[in-house]
T-cell receptor
């Protein structure tokens, strides 16, 4: 039973390029969360998605960042025209369908992260 | 907006001493979860607390959830070098999971 899979693990981009980070949730999980972690800091919520739906994107920067979770395939976090300040670890997490969450909460499981470096 | 505050930010202890980190929310939580992140690693789920006043133990780790479901604590008895890392609490309200900034534990030999 594979865990949450993220790729690439490490990505280097020049300023102005685009970065695409992929996340395949655990089997049976239909909810995906993206978090950003700057060096020496905590986890900052970015976006919460279900299949084909963005549920909460209150943590996403207004510009250059977008996320999707299509019916087929992984969730993708896209950062356009990257800047040095985008350098961070981006963690994806997944959880089972929301019905279980309402009944008492279910845990979320993290992938190993994608480390983005902008040079 | 909703916040989850965690203190202290850093803690240095001698090996064998106890350690406690505290988590406080501005709003009532459905549940609270604790995660541990080793340096260079990813957050790993430790435990979830759901009920008001709940206490759970895992070997040397004791987790508590406050009566008002707004605060929680993690206590480690007799720390070991393997306890090094950052401990995060995460509060769930509705479908949003908000993490505290974490407490980084450093063990002095």
């Amino acid at each position: 039973n594979a865990g949450v899979m993220q790729n690439p693990r490490h990505l280097v981009r020049r300023r102005g390029q685009e970065a695409r980070l992929r996340c395949s949730p655990m089997k049976g999980h239909s909810h995906v969360y993206w978090y950003r972690q700057l060096p020496e800091e905590g986890l900052k919520f970015m976006v919460y998605l279900q299949k084909e739906n963005i549920i909460d994107e209150s943590g996403m920067p207004k510009e250059r960042f977008s996320a999707e979770f299509p019916k087929e395939g992984p969730s993708i976090l896209r950062i356009q025209q990257v800047v040095r300040g985008d350098s961070a670890a981006y963690f994806c997490a997944s959880s089972p369908p929301g019905g279980q969450a309402i009944r008492g909460g279910n845990t979320i499981y993290f992938g190993e992260g994608s480390w983005l470096t902008v040079v | 907006g909703q916040q989850v505050m965690q203190i202290p930010q850093y803690q240095h202890v001698q090996e064998g001493e106890d350690f406690t980190t505290y988590c406080n929310s501005s709003t009532t939580l459905s549940n609270i979860q604790w995660y541990k992140q080793r340096p260079g690693g990813h957050p790993v789920f430790l435990i979830q607390l759901v009920k008001s006043g709940e206490v759970k133990k895992q070997k040397r780790l004791t987790f508590q959830f406050g009566e008002a479901k707004k605060n929680s604590s993690l206590h480690i008895t007799a720390t070991q070098t393997t306890d090094v890392g950052t401990y995060f609490c995460a509060g769930r309200r509705d479908d949003k999971i908000i993490f505290g900034k974490g407490t980084r534990l450093h063990i002095l030999p």
